[in-house]
């Protein structure tokens, strides 16, 4: 079966981030204009006829596909009672692709979430499937595309992998269908099926959970929905609706111990992508503690990897070779662990979007799906390993201890190898770890940012200033009741008047957890925004650490 | 010079990074003065970088930000009924549900009126965008852009 992911995968490595300037006024290219000029007539009929000429007139352009897709589009939408037509268009789409599964699929997609034509989507996807390739072709087709393009060809695990991932969508799309059909015996076969070579899969997962508890199964319509549940996506609220109303029928009306539950049901569904070996020292070694700053967002699809990346990192190294912290943001979707204070950071770092992670304050940035967790790793381990190889710019001593509700700390900072005319030193308090199962699927968020020391309203202006031609001490103060009610008015509000409009956030995390928090101390060049130094402390009863 | 050019080349990269959606305004028809109280038709036009989606201003919640168009208050001009062009609709992996987009392209029109105490001369005529992207590899923050538009008005 030809597969997309493929495609994503040379994206991924071949296309630079961003690959061209913004076309500027006048210089929008004639193909582009015209698709434009076609799309815009209201009229359905002219629409038609004039993204039909437009196919005609550049058809290498790369918008074709969609430009046919919008017919279809266009047709189901105004007359959905025409279906020769209709029909015409579907097997003019897949006569033109090269690929003979994924625009059937798209397709049967279509006809299925306009609900017409259903036993004719139902013969579409049956087809898809039969001229699938086979598992043997599969992999032969992709050794010889890799070969072509040059490119290291993945394990066969992996590539049968994504090969099941693709057929598992084509039957979960199949199963669909004959459910809409109200053919509930065929439905079910075909979501098992899709089930069984994918049982991560949200839109397989909810139907077949919808079906047991039909036939009163609610046992098995848990198992379900907790598939539903930690794949997160769009339906993750529904997913954990019907999960709670589900679980408690089935204990006694208690929802006690279903979190465990999903703990350990994520564990084992969702092992770790990397496995770190744990770090030997080099000769080369210096006295750096290195800091890693991310940008993600529990709602976040690409940020998946980069967010599992660091955590091998976290595995790989002690917390004296590295310190991460997490500052999450309400992008692309809401997340309950933004504040105020990782909002500053982003505009200080002007951070273009997430995943953004800054390593010593070098900034990079983009991710992937959790397949591309191993690709991610590779990426950033090298860069986390020079760091460790380079001298500190600075001595940092810091001392931290709770005092009831109180965090107290000290940060000193002294033997600054710097030419910067002021620096600052930054104290961050970070919970080690917070679950959550978000729109992204991660359950577990390590070292997520609760506040920064210093923090004022404005740009950068969190921190403290010190002059480098002298030792500097701060002393600062974080108070958990009133981090953690400033927490909750900013996720208050955020539900009324953030940029998404009105929404409830699934749970709002501004409650912390004492037991698990550590400070992070760093100093920091705010104009080159290089970092010379970083310290880790866990919290627990005093004590003093030193990174020199 | 190298370092000049260098500098340059890296600013733009930064540009675009930064503007995978560009936007423009101008008025439909002639840029004729118009009297107060009188009609005239707005074009606000995205240009969508290749790769990259402008989401719809009728995206359901639950996926990326819908894209809001707006003209602030304030100012002696009033929006009508935006009309944008239909979206595609297809399942998106990043956000796995389905999405209403743009590609290439997308122009949205408004209706205006200038408000019938409208002062005269040289008057600008404000409109915003909040919009946000994603590509498989990264999620741009919402960002609002303001956009002005020079009209005339002559009673």
Redesign the interface.
Known sequence: MPNLRVL?AA??AM?P?????????GE?PAD??A??AA??VKDPEPRIEALEKVIADYPKA??IE?AR??IL??MI?EWPDKKDRILKQAETIIAASKLPVPPRI?VA??LL?AGILLKEAEAITVKAIKVALTEKQYLEQQRKEYSEREQKLPSVGELVWRYNQDRATALSTLGRIRLKLGDDRKAEKALKAAYKLNPNL??TALPLADLAEKKGKTKQAVDYLVTARL?????V?EAARKLEAAYRKSHNGSADGLEEMLDAEYRKRFPPPVHAETYQPTAARSDRVVLVEMFT?AG????VSADLAFDAALERYSRKDLAVIMYH?H???PDPMTNEETQNR?KFYA??????YLIDGVKN????PREYTPTTWDKVRPMIEKQLETPAGAALDVEARMEGPLVRVKAAARDFKTDARELKIHVVLVEEHIRYSG?NGIRFHSMVVRSLGGSKPGLGAEGFALDPARPAAVEHTFDLKQITADAKKHLDDYEVNG???K?TFLNKLHEIDSSGLAVVAFVQDPKTQAILQAQYQKLGPARISQAR | MMRKLVLAAAL??T????????W?IERSGPAKPVAPGSKLEVVVTA?I???WHLYSITQP??????TRIWMPEGQPFAAGTIQS??P????D??????VEYY?????FTIPVKAAADAPSGPQKLRVST?F?S?????????RTVRLELPVDVQR
Do not use: W
Not at chain 1, 231 to 235: H, N, P
Not at chain 1, 300 to 303: A, L, R
Not at chain 2, 93 to 98: C, G, I, K, R, Y
């Open positions: 994503y994206f991924l296309a981030l961003y690959a061209q300037d913004a076309p500027k006024r929008v582009r204009e698709y434009t799309r815009n790369s918008f969609s897709f919008e589009a266009t939408k798209n997609t279509r979430d949200a839109p794949a997160g996506t769009a339906t609220a967002g976040c699809p690409p940020c943001l992008i692309p979707r982003e951070v273009n979007g997430v995943p953004t940035s983009g991710g992937g729109e940029r998404h409009g929404i | 733009a990269l540009a675009a990074a930064q503007n995978p959606i560009t423009r240009e970088e290749d790769g919640p639950g996926g990326p930000v819908t062009p239909p595609l609709k297809e399942r992996p990043n956000f796995d549900m389905e590609e290439v392209q997308a122009t909040l946000q994603c590509n498989e590899k990264i999620c741009l923050p919402p």
